[in-house]
């Protein structure tokens, strides 16, 4: 687009360079042109694109001070989120908090909460003064829920769960959207399990209606079995030689994914839009279904939206567009009604499309041979790769279940795969057959439990080794231990993992856990 303005444009005007130069920048063309365009535009527009054009040019400070200097003129939260994000990219860390004050997150209309939330992230020692700053100058930010959660969490871990319970109370009932607010309540459950056990039941049923597709409903149904039905905790378990697998209704034709208004709306030849989008649908025309759609109605529903992105080939950007439309959706209700109890968001069909059932044919298989929950290995490769078989992570980790190169090559020796490349790591079946053959290998090494397994599986054997051999709380609290666990990544992994097997389970399957 920029070589075509430069071309029907003789005599550019100052805005018409700056953009050229925005084109230029994005496209990642010709550095010094881009600079040269960037330069003559008008710095309210070509700030962001000149900065990190600069940065670009291994002019980094003039770059820094471009950025810096250009913030009040972002125009939204994402714009100012890249340009401090860049900022702080190209600054050693022992400068950040120096240059995060320096930006003077008071005088910024856009942005100020990003840079308290990285200040808080920069100097530990003063994070909970940033936090509390967040949190009162900026109450509707999105940052804001997370800010207030980070200075009560530590009163569990410290031993003052008195104060907790007290205090995340008042957190629910001011955030009880938040993402961390399964995580307060299941906690103030667990605290008062043997004091009130009438009250911590109830505060799992509300876990399990409020926020019934998270990590914490899965856990306060297995409290619950101990509670209401004086049963043992199942923990985490999942199961071998599912004969529910692969289930019936995967079929996306058969999804309903159309809102109500679609019902009775007049379509083509005397059919009901609803009729003749589903006509659609059940042969997988997704772009026909998203204009009649979209034209119809005057806008996208992101059911539809989401289905067609998925149909078209990319599930990734699916799942994310139904994701964040549910996540949106949750808070409007809780927002709605005043943080009085609200059942989760989303239909059965809307849940089928954030939690699909892809490469049934290799996953089944994969489960009988290795006496593994199909629904767990199912659940381990959304997470690993949203269903992209092309998937490569910073760690060079590759496809479905993203394996390392070096790991695939070892568990493919195992396997008698012995012409086994590096490049067959992007086949399905070879990826699923190798991924849960070391996933077995690791319920193996961890005596058939699924939880540091499945931890093992993103931070390594070894590492979880240490922990458990470190941790009490292993055997005496695995929720703490969960907790507890050393690396972020790994704590969320376990997590994330186990939500999705939750999520599969209860949508697929008659519920066992």
Known sequence: AADVLEKVLPN????????????NAAAAKDIKKTLAHLGK?????????????????????????????????????????????????????????????????????????????????????????????????YPQSDYAP???????????????????????????????????????LFWIAKIIEKS????????????????????????????????????????????????DYPPEATDFGHLN?????????????????????????????????????????????????????????????GLRIMRDALDKQAKGAFLANSGKTVQSSGTPDDLKLLYPVYFSQDVGPAG???????YLIQSLMREESYFNEFAISGSNARGLMQLLPSTAKDVAGWEGMSHFQTSDLFLPDVNVRLGSRYLAHLHELFSG?????????????????????????????????????PYEQSRDYIKKVFASYWNYTRLYSHPTL
């Open 146 to 184: 997370e800010s207030g959660w980070r200075p009560i969490w530590p009163l569990v871990t410290g031993g003052d769960r008195t104060s907790y319970v007290s205090q995340a109370q008042r957190y629910l009932a001011k955030y009880p959207y938040a993402r961390s607010a399964p995580k307060a």
């Open 257 to 317: 994914i159309l809102p109500p208004e679609t019902d009775f709306a007049p379509g083509a030849m005397g059919w009901t839009l609803r009729n003749q989008a589903q006509e659609l649908q059940s042969i997988s025309a997704a772009e026909d279904v998203r204009l009649l759609v979209s034209e119809s109605l005057g806008s996208l529903p992101p059911a539809v939206d989401s289905w067609a992105t998925q149909v078209s080939g990319d599930r990734a950007k």
């Open 449 to 485: 439990n699924s939880m540091p397994a499945v931890g093992a599986y993103n931070g390594g054997p070894s590492a979880m080794r240490r922990w458990v051999q470190a941790s009490a709380s292993f055997a005496n609290d695995p929720d703490m231990f969960v907790e507890l666990i």
């Open 196 to 243: 009130s056990p009438a009250e911590a039941t109830r505060a799992y049923q509300r876990i399990l209606e409020q926020y019934s597709g998270s990590y914490y409903a899965f856990r306060a149904k297995g409290r619950l079995k101990v509670l209401s039905e004086g049963k043992p905790d199942p923990g985490w378990p999942t199961l071998g030689n599912r004969h």
């Open 368 to 374: 009988r041979r290795n006496q593994i929950d199909p």
């Open 12 to 23: 550019p005007t100052a805005e018409e360079y700056g953009l050229m130069g925005v084109a």
């Open 41 to 137: 535009g008008p710095r309210t527009l070509t700030w962001l694109a000149l900065g990190k054009s600069q940065i670009r040019a291994g002019q980094t400070q003039a770059g820094i001070q471009t950025l810096a200097s250009g913030l009040p003129n972002a125009k939204d939260t994402e714009t100012a989120k890249t340009a401090i994000d860049a900022i702080l990219a190209h600054t050693p860390p022992t400068q950040q908090v120096t240059l995060l004050k320096g930006l003077t997150y008071k005088r910024l209309s856009i942005g100020g909460d990003y840079v308290l939330w990285k200040l808080a992230e920069a100097d530990p020692t003063q994070s909970q003064t940033y936090y509390g700053q967040l949190a009162k100058d």
